[in-house]
């Protein structure tokens, strides 16, 4: 079946650092792939997404390229704030079912 | 982006009783909302989609006697966790689809809901 595989966390930063969260999959049919994030107390939000292969999402300085020959969606952001403190949720779906499956969730945490 | 909302978001109950927690859609119609289980340090596991006006589909292992979840309205879905156990503590999750985002796979996640069953 389909699943999503997440680097672990938590991942410790400091400001301005690059990051990298990596994310690899396994699926039937073509499905699409999100990025969501979680900040502390709130619910999840869609950070970014992409439909289909070599499509590349984007949001708020963060990327991820849909690479189907490495079956991966890694996150990428060339320099953290504080701010980017959060939760990050890899997961792959769509379709009619619009059934999401999730990764384990990578906690991310920036220092100044 | 559209708001969904959960309440209660913590709850302490008592093994043995039942809790209600609802998942609201503020500014938009779902079709369809989907109810998730969070344990600590582990993924989103799916429960069961409900479907406004239907019976919900469950995954393969909720017992569906146990979690009771009722899609009455386009912009209101339940879940009652019946004679909660503490192994039923967890972080519920609800997330709904908008009418007219059929197979973009986007989601609107409501704030989660903790319980803890003493």
């Known amino acids: 079946g389909n699943s999503v595989t997440q680097m672990e966390g938590p991942v410790t930063l400091s400001e301005e650092a690059f990051l990298t969260i990596n994310c690899t999959y396994t699926?039937?049919?073509?499905?699409?792939l999100f990025w969501y994030v979680q900040y502390p107390g709130e619910g999840l939000q869609l950070l970014l997404k992409?439909?289909?292969?070599?499509d590349k999402g984007s949001n708020k300085g963060f990327e991820a390229t849909y690479r189907k020959e490495t079956t991966s969606f890694h996150l990428e952001k060339g320099s953290v704030q504080v701010s980017d403190s959060a939760v990050y949720f890899c997961?792959?779906?769509?379709?009619?079912?619009?059934?999401?499956?999730f990764g384990t969730g990578t906690l991310l945490a920036v220092q100044p | 982006g559209a708001v969904v909302s959960q309440h209660p978001s913590r709850v302490i109950c008592k093994s043995g009783t039942s809790v209600k927690i609802e998942c609201r859609s503020l500014?938009?119609?779902?079709?369809?909302m989907f109810w998730y289980r969070q344990f600590p340090k582990q993924s989103l596991m799916l429960m069961a989609t409900?479907?406004?006006?239907?019976?919900?589909?469950?995954e393969q292992g909720v017992e569906k006697d146990k979690f009771l979840i009722n899609h009455a309205s386009l912009t209101l879905s339940t879940l009652t966790v019946t004679s909660a156990h503490p192994e039923d503590s967890s972080f519920y999750i609800c997330?709904?689809?908008?009418?007219?985002?059929?197979?973009?796979?986007?989601?609107?996640f409501g704030e989660g809901s903790r319980l803890t069953v003493l």
């Open positions: 997330s709904a689809r908008g009418m007219g985002l059929a197979g973009t796979g986007e989601l609107f």
């Open positions: 699926a039937t049919g073509y499905p699409s």
């Open positions: 992409a439909t289909k292969a070599d």
């Open positions: 997961a792959l779906g769509g379709g009619a079912t619009n059934k999401l499956i």
């Open positions: 500014d938009f119609q779902a079709t369809t």
């Open positions: 409900s479907n406004e006006g239907s019976k919900a589909t469950y």
